[in-house]
């Protein structure tokens, strides 16, 4: 079966920690997509990044940074500095059937606060 | 600007009536979704629709209902048959079936009274 296991229901920083979210998933699939999403307060899911099963490779992008390790079928995302505008429910997605359709399979999220 | 725009915001009805939730994208994507969201739950796939004429049920179908009669709308009707309707409801879509980056809507928060 396939699943994505976002242990941390919640997590509370201060201003300018760095925090991790931990993403653990499930599948059989030898091919597959794994995703970040970010939910702030309005409500509306934006896209945060895509990464390929083949590709084992570190990610960074400004403050945010990923960490995916087929061996621990985990896919963590890390925030460095956190800022107060990085509140938000934080959501892991795995893709069904490999990648190859639209499907996905989301994590119950983290929702992470940061105080000023 | 392109995008996917969902009206209400907020939508409330009394138990029992039907409601239909309104997906709009001017994206030119093929597939659209919809998804439910609970309280500390992720988001579960309620219908799909990989080109226009065509849906398939997702994980929690049961009680509501779909059309897909123009590539640009999905609406998402919530039957009296839903035991629990009351949710936050998301659209998204992709620009084909095959491509499994998929694009959000504001969504829908429906409370039943």
């Known amino acids: 079966a396939q699943k994505v296991t976002q242990a941390q229901t919640e997590i509370s920083v201060v201003e300018k920690e760095d925090v991790t979210l931990d993403c653990v998933y499930e599948?059989?699939?030898?091919?597959?997509?794994l995703f970040w999403y970010k939910q702030p307060p309005s409500g509306e899911l934006v896209f945060l990044i895509r990464?390929?099963?083949?590709?084992?490779q570190n990610e960074i992008s400004g403050r945010y940074s990923w960490n995916f390790q087929k061996s621990t079928s985990s896919f963590n995302f890390t925030i460095t500095a956190s800022q107060v505008v990085d509140s938000a429910v934080y959501f892991c997605?795995?893709?069904?059937?490999?990648?190859?359709?639209?499907?996905?399979?989301f994590g119950k999220g983290t929702k992470l606060s940061v105080k000023p | 600007d392109g995008g996917i725009t969902q009206s209400p915001k907020y939508l409330f009805r009394k138990e029992g009536q039907n409601v239909t939730l309104s997906c709009e994208q001017n994206?030119?994507?093929?597939?659209m979704y919809w998804y439910r969201q609970d309280p500390g739950q992720g988001l579960r796939l309620i219908y799909y629709?990989?080109?226009?004429?065509?849906?398939q049920k997702g994980d929690i179908a049961e009680g509501y209902s779909v059309s897909r009669e123009k590539k640009e709308s999905f609406p998402l009707t919530v039957t009296s048959a839903q035991k629990n309707p009351t949710a936050f409801y998301l659209c998204?879509?992709?620009?084909?079936?095959?491509?499994?980056?998929?694009?959000f809507g504001p969504g829908t928060r429906l409370t039943v009274l």
């Open positions: 998204a879509s992709s620009i084909a079936w095959t491509d499994n980056e998929q694009f």
């Open positions: 599948t059989r699939d030898t091919t597959y997509y």
């Open positions: 990464r390929n099963s083949f590709d084992e």
């Open positions: 997605a795995l893709s069904r059937y490999g990648g190859s359709q639209g499907n996905l399979i």
């Open positions: 994206l030119n994507h093929d597939a």
């Open positions: 629709s990989q080109i226009v004429n065509d849906f």
